[in-house]
């Protein structure tokens, strides 16, 4: 791989849409296969952009008209049950949209079920790889729309740390890589406002486009640049609006620049991730107080559970209250040797961690050295699981935030 290297592409237009949450991928599922409880949240948590919805009595082909595709049971040995959900798949225009899992498998059922229009027919039991191998595939043929509606508003989510060298960088950018390569309705913006020293672009080896010092040198107001247009993508198809080349004072950003910039970015993504200073300046709490999100990121240590619980008090000052923050206990296990328990340092902070994301140096330190998510270099590692479950959760307070604004 060239080092440094920009990337050319561009991506689609695509069409515009009334519903914010209709960017999400609508999943309906018989209850009865997953033995009438809800899909395992390990699952939901490797496609976030996905809403799962049971099937109620509604009928099949009323239920498969709300949803973008759709999870079928039944027992190959009930003939009856057999031709109807035949009979379904062959009158729907969805073809190809139905995964059914089927039990008492034989042969000749299955081959009839794809010849009638399943997407994938699994046999039970059904291990979550092979339904996730199949969910990943179907969905990789959906033609969905990816931009929101006008005046909507994308998700900006501020990253905070409990401490330098935390991870909160690599996080940001495995998120945002992680996020723009499966969700095909998103896009992302990894936002580098750790201008003295930040390394966001550096991290997804998006270097060469404007930076945050073009757009403090543009003057004027950053909603007149069109980010879009101006920001190579990284593989993944996350933009990078990274750190200046050039060594810049903190308070060359203003608190009117953060409003400006936050108007712009909203307005070209779905989703902005905003890696910050350590230091609190005014224009920090303005970002914190206008994001819709915070997600602070700390190590397992004392000396790190102190900065946790200092960085939780100054944002209740700033009128956050501490438990609306997602809590990410970095570096917490796997490489990392566990010399104190996550629980104890849980009732030292006074409230426990949303998300816990091993150490793992060799994957990490490729990732950074090549540019690339994590996913692309091996796939299925807890270091993916983990962040996937944060994106889970960034996914979660989105549809929130959109069905807020929606009243
Ligand atoms: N879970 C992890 N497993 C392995 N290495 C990690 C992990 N998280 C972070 N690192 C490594 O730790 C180093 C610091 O990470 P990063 O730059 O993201 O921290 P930061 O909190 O942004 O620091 P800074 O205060 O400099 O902004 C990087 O080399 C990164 O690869
Ligand atoms: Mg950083």
Redesign the pocket.
């Known amino acids: 791989m060239a080092l440094f290297s920009r990337m050319a592409a561009v991506r689609e237009p695509v069409k515009e849409i009334s519903d914010p949450t209709s960017r999400l991928t609508r999943l309906g599922y018989d209850p009865v296969a997953f033995d009438g409880k809800a899909p395992p949240d390990s699952l939901k948590a490797l496609f976030p952009d996905v809403l799962f919805q049971p099937m109620g009595s509604e009928s099949f082909s009323d239920a498969l008209a709300r949803v973008d595709l759709m999870i079928a049971a039944v027992d190959a040995t009930k003939t009856r049950e057999v031709e109807a959900l035949c009979a379904h798949l062959r009158d729907n225009s969805r073809r190809g949209r139905v995964i059914v899992f089927l039990s008492h498998a034989n042969v000749e059922v299955t081959r009839r079920l794809v010849r009638e229009g399943a997407g994938d027919v699994l046999v039970a039991p059904i291990s979550e790889p092979a339904l996730a191998a199949s969910l990943e595939r179907i969905m990789a043929t959906l033609d969905r729309p990816a931009i929101q509606p006008p005046g909507a508003a994308g998700h900006v989510v501020a ?1 905070l ?1 409990a ?11 495995q998120v945002a890589a992680l996020v723009a390569s499966t969700g095909r309705a998103s896009r992302v913006c990894l936002v580098d406002l ?1 201008i003295q ?3 966001a672009a550096m ?1 997804l080896d998006v270097v060469g486009s404007i930076t945050m010092g073009e757009v403090l040198a543009a003057g004027g107001s950053p909603s007149e640049v069109a980010f879009t247009a101006e920001l190579a993508p990284h593989s993944s198809g996350a933009k990078v609006l990274g750190a200046p080349k050039e060594f810049l004072p903190l308070e060359s950003i203003s608190s009117s620049l953060i409003d400006g910039l936050l108007e712009a970015l909203r307005r070209d993504f779905d989703l902005i991730l905003l ?1 910050l ?2 230091a609190w300046t005014s224009w920090v709490g303005r970002v914190v107080r206008e994001a819709d999100q915070l997600v602070m ?1 700390t190590n397992l240590s004392v000396p790190h559970a102190h900065v946790t619980q200092r960085q939780l008090s100054v944002l209740r000052g700033q009128g956050v209250d501490p438990e609306s923050v997602t809590l990410v206990c ?3 296990g ?3 040797p566990a010399s104190l328990s996550i629980r104890a340092v849980e009732a030292a902070i006074g409230r426990s961690f949303d998300v816990t ?5 060799k ?3 490729e ?2 050295n090549q540019g690339a998510a994590i996913s692309n270099l091996r796939r299925g590692s807890k ?1 993916e699981k ?1 962040l996937r479950q944060l994106i889970g959760l960034i996914s979660a307070a989105r549809i929130a935030a959109a069905q807020d604004a929606g009243g």
């Open positions: 990253m740390k401490g330098g060298g935390v991870g909160a960088t690599v996080v940001a950018a750790d020293f930040g390394m991290y890696d200073p350590s990121v970095n570096r917490c796997g490489d990392a994301i091993p150490e793992d140096r994957l990490m330190s990732a950074v270091l983990a």
